[in-house]
């Protein structure tokens, strides 16, 4: 089965700064979907990017990037520019063959 | 257009009631999703609906019914549910069920059992 770790359970960092969140998964599948979900204390859970598994080329969406490495099974999200809306529970997923596979989360809170 | 709605936003509600939540999208997305979400732990997969017709159901217990009358709408309901049961219920929706699809969810339902 496909498991979804996220070790960063919370961060804080101050507005405008760059972080970067951490995910691995582990998969014996070669075709494979990842996504980075945001969901505000609105409680929506947003789309934030996605990465086929079978693109090299690192996904990136404005002041949102990612770092995936397929071998080492690691999909880092890299926030740019930070601003305070971007405070949120980042959930980082897997989708292989079967069903969307959370990670636990990571809350980030984006201080003024 | 990337919505997905969600009704109601908050329901409250005793053990013997029966209510239901509705979710609608008109993407025209054929796959449809219901998750529960507990307080600070991600969604857990509950049903899955493609073309319209049940394709999971992760053993979900049977006072939670779903329903997919057409393409565009997907309903949830609910009887006899326990005070466990009070979470945060997430629709979600994709072009098809596979795992090239991208999920796009709804605001949810947060459902207090009293």
């Known amino acids: 089965a496909q498991t979804v770790t996220q070790s960063q359970p919370e961060m804080s960092v101050q507005e405008a700064e760059t972080v970067t969140l951490s995910c691995t998964y582990d998969t014996s599948e070669n075709n494979y979907y990842l996504f980075w979900y945001k969901q505000p204390p609105s409680r929506q859970m947003i789309l934030v990017i996605r990465q086929e598994a079978y693109k090299q080329q690192n996904a990136t969406e404005n002041r949102f990037s990612v770092n995936f490495q397929k071998a080492a099974k690691s999909f880092s999200l890299k926030i740019s520019d930070s601003q305070l809306g971007d405070t949120a529970m980042y959930f980082c997923a897997f989708r292989g063959a079967q069903k969307l596979v959370f990670g636990q989360g990571t809350r980030l809170t984006i201080n003024p | 257009d990337t919505e997905v709605t969600q009704t109601p936003k908050h329901l409250v509600m005793g053990m013997t009631n029966k209510k239901s939540l509705k979710c609608e999208q008109h993407m025209g997305h054929r796959a449809m999703y219901w998750y529960k979400q507990k307080a600070k732990k991600p969604p857990e997969l509950m049903f899955v609906?493609?073309?319209?017709?049940?394709?999971i159901n992760e053993s979900v217990p049977s006072r939670f019914s779903p329903e997919c009358p057409n393409s565009s709408l997907l309903n949830l309901h609910l009887h006899a549910l326990q005070p466990e049961d009070s979470a945060l219920y997430l629709c979600?929706?994709?072009?098809?069920?596979?795992?090239?699809?991208?999920?796009?969810f709804g605001p949810g339902t947060r459902l207090l059992v009293l």
């Open positions: 979600a929706s994709s072009q098809r069920r596979g795992n090239q699809e991208t999920q796009y």
């Open positions: 609906y493609s073309y319209e017709k049940l394709s």
